[in-house]
């Protein structure tokens, strides 16, 4: 195994899919590939272009969602801000500007508790007056990271706030976490926020939010990690409604223009467009090729998972068409809440 830097930490995530534990297996294999820049087309919580940026690549970070874009800000495109516990203490302390109740009006009885919404609320505009976008994306994202560890299965798509509150023996979650109060967490994730900053010498970018079938190119090697889709799904995995909340956040002024639908257990987002060409059973494959498609010059380097549409034969068949080589590697794990083993799949197309 590779062993990477110890003096960079990556942040620990509880976003799903996060290839944060695969991270010195993905080196591991790509590590012979000669490039100078990278483009993450599904940035996530940036963990694998954290992985380039650490190993001096020039990177490019892109994801669909707001809030992940943040995060990109904070680690990526930013290589010498951090946030002092100064600095937390001055917007734990000051005044929120105004006193929007977005959250408590949206939200009540959803995911937190009536005094939790109340603070969030509050917090979210005070952060909204820092002044430094690097600090406040770290902020943010750290406030995204403490959202999700107050949450039963990390997720915002069902309102099921009952788990966290009723008295009832649990073979799941960290009710200890759960209760603990927001600006606790925050500190935390700040920290680990702060450690993983640093200047690798390179000018890299959050390149902005685009459809992944558009994302702009100039880099050597292009990263795809695309939403998991299973032959039992009837859709794909949605990242805007696993996480609608956090995209709420990262569009506060905007968010009650955001929601489509309020009569549902929890609020409907708008669709962000381009998201359903890897939602749709019926665009899938078509919207996998069309991706290839789109970085047939580039190294492609394309984490997978065993058993997906489309299935590993496939993908390795587009590759061929559109001119590549293409190698295939394995790895067995297993998720959290899964009680079988899975096979993590890295394409290597060149």
């Not at 195994?1 to 991270?23: A, C, H, Q, W």
């Not at 927001?182 to 902005?208: D, M, P, S, T, W």
Request: charged residues 25%; positive net charge; hydrophobic residues 35%.
């Amino acid at each position: 195994m590779v062993d990477l830097n110890p003096e960079i930490k990556f942040p620990t995530t509880r976003y799903s899919g996060s290839k944060r534990r695969f991270l010195s297996w993905i080196w591991e294999n790509i590590s012979d590939i000669k490039f100078d820049s990278a483009l993450d087309v599904f940035g996530g919580t940036a963990s694998v272009s954290l992985l380039f940026k650490q190993k001096g690549k020039r990177v490019h970070y892109n994801d669909i969602l707001s809030f992940n874009q943040i995060i990109g800000t904070a680690l990526i495109e930013n290589s010498k801000t951090t946030v002092t516990e100064c600095d937390l203490e001055i917007v734990f302390k000051s005044q929120p500007v105004s006193r929007k109740k977005t959250i408590q009006k949206l939200y009540s009885d959803t995911f937190y508790l009536k005094e939790e919404n109340i603070w969030l609320d509050n917090f979210i505009q005070k952060v909204a007056t820092v002044d430094d976008k690097f600090k406040r994306a770290i902020i943010l994202s750290s406030l995204f990271q403490a959202c999700l560890s107050k949450r039963p299965f990390n997720l915002f798509h069902r309102a099921n706030l009952n788990l966290r509150i009723n008295n009832v023996k649990r073979s799941f979650g960290n009710k200890t976490t759960w209760e603990k109060p927001f600006e606790e967490l925050i500190k935390k994730f700040v920290a680990e926020y702060n450690q993983a900053v640093f200047n690798n010498g390179r000018k890299n970018k959050v390149v902005g939010g685009y459809d992944a079938l558009y994302c702009p190119n100039g880099v050597d090697l292009v990263y795809l990690d695309p939403p998991y889709f299973s032959n039992s799904q009837s859709t794909g995995l949605n990242y805007l409604d696993y996480y609608n909340f956090l995209e709420g956040i990262a569009n506060y002024n905007k968010w009650t223009e955001l929601v489509i639908d309020t009569e549902m257990n929890v609020p409907k987002l708008k669709e962000k467009k381009g998201i359903q060409h890897f939602t749709s059973k019926e665009q899938i494959i078509n919207s996998v090729e069309k991706l290839i498609e789109r970085f047939q010059n580039n190294i492609i380097v394309m984490s997978y998972l065993d058993e997906g549409i489309p299935d590993k034969h496939t993908i390795k068949n587009i590759f061929k068409k559109y001119g590549k080589k293409v190698t295939v590697k394995e790895k067995q794990h297993k998720y959290a809440l899964s009680k079988n083993p899975k096979n993590e799949l890295l394409f290597i197309a060149k």
